[in-house]
C-alpha cells in the first residue's frame, strides 16, 4: 500500500449515558481517499463523529483511535482540530455577536501558533478569505455576519465547507452535509468538497441518503448499523442501498453472525 | 407602663445627615442665591422626613442599603490633586476622544485637568461656575422632571447640591465632537459624599453626544449620588453615553430624568462595571408625539457587586417609539436588578415599545432579579418584551473548541461577545475600544472555565 494511513479505528465502542451506541467499530483511512458512512436513523453514524473530535458527553468504554500514528481518543477537543481533524457540523451552532471573519481568523491562527508558524494579520487573511471565497462561490457578506446567526440551512452548511476549506483539514468528517440542502446548494456544496481533495488528506462523509454521493463520488461506502459496520464496498453499493433500503444488508449480516456463531 | 422613644429628626444617622447639612451651608459662600437656598432647604426637609428607602419598598425590595444607610456620608469639598494623580487621571481618559471636556474631581470641577475651548457656541459649564456668576438659567430647569418630594435620595442630592455640569444647546445647533464629562473620585476621604446635579437642555432641532464617565483612584468607601435632568427639544437628538466604573467599595445611586418633545430622539447607553452598589433609575417621559427612545444597558458583576437598573418609559402621546436592550454578565457572588416599566396612557395610540433583558449568570452563585412591568392603557399600540437568564451556551464553547480555540478564550469570545451586542452601539469609537478592551481585560481575569452550572 503506498499511501500513508491517517486514521485507523479499532474495536470502538462508546456511548452516551450508560447507553451504548458504538459496539465495536473497526475502520481504516488512508490519504486520499473518501469513505462514506450510511445508514438508518439511530445506527451511531453521528455519535462516531462525535466521538472523533472528542465530544465530552460521550463515553468511550473500549477501543483505540490512531490518528496520523497518535492517539486520538487522548488528545482535547482544540489539539485535535489544531492536528488537523476537522468535523463539518449536522447542527452548525449561531453564535451571535462574533463576526464570522474573526472566529475564523482566531481558529486558522490557533492551528498555525500550534505548528509553530507565525500567525496571519487582518489583511493577509482576508486575501486568503477572498480567494477561498471564490472557490466555493459564497455571498462575501456571509463573512461580516455573525457566525451562522440568521443563516438559512443551506448557509449554514456551506458556511461549515467554507471553514474546512480555510483550515485545510487532514481529516475532514461531514455529518448529514446534505440534510437541508436543495440540489443546487447540494451541488455547490459537494463540488466545494471535491476541490478540497488531494492525495494527502482525507474525507468521511456521513450521510442517510444516496443522492450526496452522486456528487461526492466515495472510494469507500460502509453501512453501519446497531453500532457496528456491517458492510463495506464500493461506490455501487450505495446504489445499491438506495434502491434496495438496508433491510437486506441486515438481513444478511445477521445470517452471517448466526452461521458463526 | 410603657415608655415612648420619640424619633426625632435629630437622632442616628438622619440627624447626623441634617446637622452635615447645617455646616455644609456655613462653609458656603455667604452670598447663596435665595432659589438655591431653598432648593436645599427642601431637600433636607424631605429627605429627613423619608429617610433611606427600605426593602419594604417595591421599586428597593432586592437592593438593600443598610450598609449605606449605617453612617452619615458628608459631602466632600474637591481635593488637592497631586502630579501623580493627574498623570493617572488623563490616562484614563479613552485615547482619541476629542472635545470638549469638563472633569470633576472630589465634587468639585477641576479648571486645570478640563479642556475647553472659548468662543463655544452652546453653554457647557460646572454648576458651580453659574451659580458664581449669578447665573440664574440653571433655577427655570432645576427640579421640573424631577422631584424631590417623592425620591428621597434626590431630595438628599437637592439638600446638598453644589456640583455639576450645566449644558444648553441652542436651537438649530448639531455638534459632531462628544461632550465629555468626567467624574474622579480620589479617595482622599473615605466615607464621603458627592451629590452630582447635571442638566442637560438640547434645544429645538439640536443634536449632542454627551459622554459621562465615574471612575476611582483607589479602595475608598464613598457615595455618588447624581441627579440628572434632560430636556429633549423638537426634532432634537440627544446620545447619553454613562460608564459608571467606581471601585467596588463605593455606592453610585444615579436618577436620570428625561423629557422629550415631539419628532425627537434620545438615546441612552448605560454601562455599569463599577461601585459595590449601583442603583441608576432612569425615566423617560415622552410628553411629544413621533419620538424615539433607545435605552440600552450592559452591567458587568463580579465580587460581592449588586447592580440594579429600574428604567421606566411614559409614553404620553400617540405614535412614539422605545426601543430597551440591556444585558446583563454576572460572576461569582454578584447580584442583578432589572426593573423595566413600559406604560402607554391612553392617549398615546400607535406606540411601538420593546424591551428586552438578557442576562448570563456565569456562577452558581450569582443571582439576577428580572423584572418586566407593562401598563398599557391605549388599544392600538405593539408592544414586546423578553427576559432571559441562562448560562453560557455550551453547544457554541464546543463549536469554537472544535475548530481549535482553547476553552478559556472561547469562553471569552462568547461573553464578549454578548456584551458587545450592546457596546457596538455606542457611537463613539473612542469610548466603545476603551470599554471592550477593559470588558476584555477583566473577562480574562475571571475564571469563565469553572463559570458553568
Given at each position: 500500500m503506498s499511501s500513508e494511513t491517517l486514521l485507523e479505528i479499532n474495536k470502538l465502542k462508546a456511548g452516551i449515558n450508560g447507553q451504548a451506541i458504538l459496539k465495536g467499530i473497526d475502520l481504516?483511512?488512508?490519504?486520499?481517499?473518501?469513505?462514506?458512512?450510511?445508514?438508518?436513523?439511530?445506527?451511531?453514524?453521528?455519535?462516531?463523529?462525535?466521538?472523533?473530535?472528542?465530544?465530552?458527553e460521550y463515553e468511550v468504554s473500549e477501543g483505540k483511535v490512531t490518528y496520523q500514528g497518535k492517539d486520538l481518543l487522548d488528545m482535547s477537543v482544540e489539539d485535535r482540530a489544531r492536528e488537523g481533524v476537522f468535523l463539518a457540523f449536522q447542527y452548525p451552532v449561531e453564535i451571535p455577536g462574533v463576526n464570522?471573519?474573526?472566529?475564523?481568523?482566531?481558529?486558522?491562527?490557533?492551528?498555525?501558533?500550534?505548528?509553530?508558524?507565525?500567525?496571519?494579520?487582518?489583511?493577509?487573511?482576508?486575501?486568503?478569505?477572498?480567494?477561498?471565497?471564490?472557490?466555493?462561490?459564497?455571498?462575501?457578506?456571509?463573512?461580516?455576519?455573525p457566525v451562522n446567526e440568521g443563516f438559512s440551512g443551506g448557509e449554514k452548511k456551506r458556511n461549515e465547507i467554507f471553514q474546512m476549506a480555510v483550515l485545510e483539514p487532514t481529516l475532514a468528517i461531514l455529518d448529514e452535509t446534505d440534510s437541508g440542502l436543495d440540489i443546487d446548494a447540494l451541488k455547490t456544496v459537494a463540488?466545494?468538497?471535491?476541490?478540497?481533495?488531494?492525495?494527502?488528506?482525507?474525507?468521511?462523509?456521513?450521510?442517510?441518503?444516496?443522492?450526496?454521493?452522486?456528487?461526492?463520488?466515495?472510494?469507500?461506502?460502509?453501512?453501519?448499523?446497531?453500532?457496528?459496520?456491517?458492510?463495506?464496498?464500493?461506490?455501487?453499493?450505495?446504489?445499491?442501498?438506495?434502491?434496495?433500503g438496508y433491510d437486506w444488508v441486515v438481513a444478511e449480516a445477521s445470517s452471517t453472525a448466526a452461521l458463526a456463531s | 407602663m410603657m415608655t415612648h422613644t420619640l424619633q426625632t429628626p435629630s437622632d442616628g444617622v438622619i440627624g447626623d445627615y441634617v446637622r452635615s447639612h447645617e455646616s455644609f451651608l456655613k462653609e458656603l459662600d455667604s452670598e447663596q442665591p435665595s432659589w438655591l437656598r431653598s432648593i436645599r432647604s427642601s431637600g433636607i426637609a424631605h429627605f429627613s422626613e423619608q429617610g433611606f428607602p427600605g426593602t419594604d419598598q417595591e421599586k428597593w425590595k432586592y437592593t438593600n442599603l443598610a450598609s449605606l444607610r449605617k453612617t452619615c456620608f458628608p459631602p466632600v469639598a474637591g481635593s488637592e490633586i497631586s502630579e501623580e494623580q493627574r498623570v493617572e487621571i488623563l490616562s484614563r481618559i479613552p485615547e482619541k476622544l476629542e472635545g470638549e471636556r469638563l472633569v470633576i474631581v472630589d465634587g468639585v470641577h477641576?479648571?486645570?485637568?478640563?479642556?475647553?475651548?472659548?468662543?463655544?457656541?452652546?453653554?457647557?459649564?460646572?454648576?458651580?461656575?453659574?451659580?458664581?456668576?449669578?447665573?440664574?438659567?440653571?433655577?427655570?430647569?432645576?427640579?421640573?422632571?424631577?422631584?424631590?418630594?417623592?425620591?428621597?435620595?434626590?431630595?438628599?442630592?437637592?439638600?446638598?447640591?453644589?456640583?455639576?455640569?450645566?449644558?444648553?444647546?441652542?436651537?438649530?445647533?448639531?455638534?459632531?465632537?462628544?461632550?465629555?464629562?468626567?467624574?474622579?473620585?480620589?479617595?482622599?476621604?473615605?466615607?464621603?459624599?458627592?451629590?452630582?446635579?447635571?442638566?442637560?437642555?438640547?434645544?429645538?432641532?439640536?443634536?449632542?453626544e454627551i459622554f459621562e464617565h465615574y471612575i476611582s483612584l483607589n479602595e475608598s468607601h464613598g457615595f455618588t449620588n447624581v441627579v440628572t435632568e434632560v430636556f429633549v427639544g423638537e426634532n432634537a437628538s440627544l446620545e447619553h453615553i454613562k460608564w459608571q466604573d467606581q471601585n467596588r467599595t463605593s455606592y453610585h445611586i444615579s436618577n436620570l430624568a428625561v423629557a422629550q418633545e415631539s419628532g425627537s430622539r434620545f438615546t441612552s447607553h448605560s454601562i455599569s462595571t463599577g461601585a459595590a452598589i449601583s442603583r441608576n433609575d432612569i425615566h423617560i417621559k415622552l410628553v411629544g408625539e413621533r419620538t424615539e427612545s433607545f435605552l440600552y444597558g450592559l452591567y458587568l458583576g463580579r465580587g460581592n457587586q449588586l447592580?440594579?437598573?429600574?428604567?421606566?418609559?411614559?409614553?404620553?402621546?400617540?405614535?412614539?417609539?422605545?426601543?430597551?436592550?440591556?444585558?446583563?454578565?454576572?460572576?461569582?457572588?454578584?447580584?442583578?436588578?432589572?426593573?423595566?416599566?413600559?406604560?402607554?396612557?391612553?392617549?398615546?395610540?400607535?406606540?411601538?415599545?420593546k424591551q428586552s433583558n438578557r442576562n448570563l449568570l456565569l456562577s452558581r452563585d450569582s443571582w439576577i432579579d428580572t423584572k418586566p412591568e407593562l401598563e398599557i392603557y391605549a388599544d392600538d399600540v405593539r408592544c414586546t418584551h423578553g427576559a432571559t437568564v441562562g448560562q453560557m451556551d455550551e453547544q457554541a464553547v464546543f463549536y469554537l473548541r472544535a475548530r481549535g480555540i482553547p476553552e478559556p478564550a472561547a469562553r471569552r469570545i462568547l461573553v464578549g461577545a454578548f456584551a458587545g451586542e450592546i457596546t457596538q452601539r455606542i457611537p463613539l469609537a473612542s469610548v466603545r475600544q476603551s470599554l471592550q478592551s477593559y470588558l476584555l481585560e477583566e473577562l480574562s481575569r475571571i475564571p469563565l472555565e469553572i463559570c458553568s452550572r
Amino acid at each position: 500500500m503506498s499511501s500513508e494511513t491517517l486514521l485507523e479505528i479499532n474495536k470502538l465502542k462508546a456511548g452516551i449515558n450508560g447507553q451504548a451506541i458504538l459496539k465495536g467499530i473497526d475502520l481504516t483511512v488512508n490519504a486520499g481517499e473518501v469513505h462514506a458512512i450510511m445508514g438508518p436513523n439511530g445506527s451511531g453514524k453521528s455519535t462516531l463523529a462525535q466521538v472523533l473530535v472528542g465530544r465530552e458527553e460521550y463515553e468511550v468504554s473500549e477501543g483505540k483511535v490512531t490518528y496520523q500514528g497518535k492517539d486520538l481518543l487522548d488528545m482535547s477537543v482544540e489539539d485535535r482540530a489544531r492536528e488537523g481533524v476537522f468535523l463539518a457540523f449536522q447542527y452548525p451552532v449561531e453564535i451571535p455577536g462574533v463576526n464570522g471573519t474573526y472566529f475564523l481568523r482566531a481558529a486558522y491562527n490557533e492551528q498555525r501558533k500550534y505548528r509553530g508558524e507565525e500567525e496571519l494579520d487582518a489583511v493577509d487573511f482576508l486575501a486568503l478569505v477572498k480567494e477561498k471565497m471564490k472557490v466555493l462561490e459564497l455571498p462575501p457578506t456571509l463573512l461580516q455576519r455573525p457566525v451562522n446567526e440568521g443563516f438559512s440551512g443551506g448557509e449554514k452548511k456551506r458556511n461549515e465547507i467554507f471553514q474546512m476549506a480555510v483550515l485545510e483539514p487532514t481529516l475532514a468528517i461531514l455529518d448529514e452535509t446534505d440534510s437541508g440542502l436543495d440540489i443546487d446548494a447540494l451541488k455547490t456544496v459537494a463540488e466545494g468538497v471535491n476541490k478540497l481533495k488531494n492525495s494527502r488528506n482525507a474525507q468521511i462523509v456521513i450521510t442517510h441518503y444516496q443522492r450526496l454521493l452522486n456528487y461526492i463520488v466515495p472510494d469507500f461506502v460502509h453501512v453501519l448499523y446497531d453500532g457496528k459496520l456491517i458492510k463495506s464496498g464500493g461506490r455501487e453499493l450505495a446504489l445499491e442501498l438506495e434502491e434496495r433500503g438496508y433491510d437486506w444488508v441486515v438481513a444478511e449480516a445477521s445470517s452471517t453472525a448466526a452461521l458463526a456463531s | 407602663m410603657m415608655t415612648h422613644t420619640l424619633q426625632t429628626p435629630s437622632d442616628g444617622v438622619i440627624g447626623d445627615y441634617v446637622r452635615s447639612h447645617e455646616s455644609f451651608l456655613k462653609e458656603l459662600d455667604s452670598e447663596q442665591p435665595s432659589w438655591l437656598r431653598s432648593i436645599r432647604s427642601s431637600g433636607i426637609a424631605h429627605f429627613s422626613e423619608q429617610g433611606f428607602p427600605g426593602t419594604d419598598q417595591e421599586k428597593w425590595k432586592y437592593t438593600n442599603l443598610a450598609s449605606l444607610r449605617k453612617t452619615c456620608f458628608p459631602p466632600v469639598a474637591g481635593s488637592e490633586i497631586s502630579e501623580e494623580q493627574r498623570v493617572e487621571i488623563l490616562s484614563r481618559i479613552p485615547e482619541k476622544l476629542e472635545g470638549e471636556r469638563l472633569v470633576i474631581v472630589d465634587g468639585v470641577h477641576c479648571g486645570s485637568l478640563s479642556e475647553r475651548s472659548n468662543n463655544l457656541k452652546f453653554q457647557f459649564l460646572p454648576f458651580s461656575s453659574m451659580v458664581k456668576n449669578s447665573d440664574n438659567r440653571v433655577d427655570s430647569y432645576l427640579g421640573r422632571h424631577i422631584r424631590h418630594d417623592q425620591n428621597p435620595i434626590v431630595a438628599l442630592n437637592s439638600a446638598f447640591i453644589r456640583e455639576g455640569v450645566f449644558l444648553e444647546m441652542p436651537s438649530g445647533l448639531q455638534i459632531e465632537q462628544p461632550l465629555h464629562i468626567f467624574y474622579v473620585d480620589t479617595g482622599k476621604k473615605s466615607g464621603s459624599a458627592v451629590h452630582l446635579r447635571h442638566l442637560f437642555i438640547a434645544g429645538s432641532n439640536s443634536r449632542v453626544e454627551i459622554f459621562e464617565h465615574y471612575i476611582s483612584l483607589n479602595e475608598s468607601h464613598g457615595f455618588t449620588n447624581v441627579v440628572t435632568e434632560v430636556f429633549v427639544g423638537e426634532n432634537a437628538s440627544l446620545e447619553h453615553i454613562k460608564w459608571q466604573d467606581q471601585n467596588r467599595t463605593s455606592y453610585h445611586i444615579s436618577n436620570l430624568a428625561v423629557a422629550q418633545e415631539s419628532g425627537s430622539r434620545f438615546t441612552s447607553h448605560s454601562i455599569s462595571t463599577g461601585a459595590a452598589i449601583s442603583r441608576n433609575d432612569i425615566h423617560i417621559k415622552l410628553v411629544g408625539e413621533r419620538t424615539e427612545s433607545f435605552l440600552y444597558g450592559l452591567y458587568l458583576g463580579r465580587g460581592n457587586q449588586l447592580v440594579d437598573h429600574h428604567t421606566v418609559v411614559d409614553h404620553l402621546k400617540p405614535n412614539s417609539e422605545s426601543e430597551e436592550i440591556y444585558h446583563g454578565i454576572l460572576c461569582e457572588k454578584s447580584h442583578g436588578v432589572f426593573n423595566g416599566r413600559i406604560h402607554v396612557h391612553s392617549e398615546a395610540q400607535k406606540t411601538n415599545a420593546k424591551q428586552s433583558n438578557r442576562n448570563l449568570l456565569l456562577s452558581r452563585d450569582s443571582w439576577i432579579d428580572t423584572k418586566p412591568e407593562l401598563e398599557i392603557y391605549a388599544d392600538d399600540v405593539r408592544c414586546t418584551h423578553g427576559a432571559t437568564v441562562g448560562q453560557m451556551d455550551e453547544q457554541a464553547v464546543f463549536y469554537l473548541r472544535a475548530r481549535g480555540i482553547p476553552e478559556p478564550a472561547a469562553r471569552r469570545i462568547l461573553v464578549g461577545a454578548f456584551a458587545g451586542e450592546i457596546t457596538q452601539r455606542i457611537p463613539l469609537a473612542s469610548v466603545r475600544q476603551s470599554l471592550q478592551s477593559y470588558l476584555l481585560e477583566e473577562l480574562s481575569r475571571i475564571p469563565l472555565e469553572i463559570c458553568s452550572r
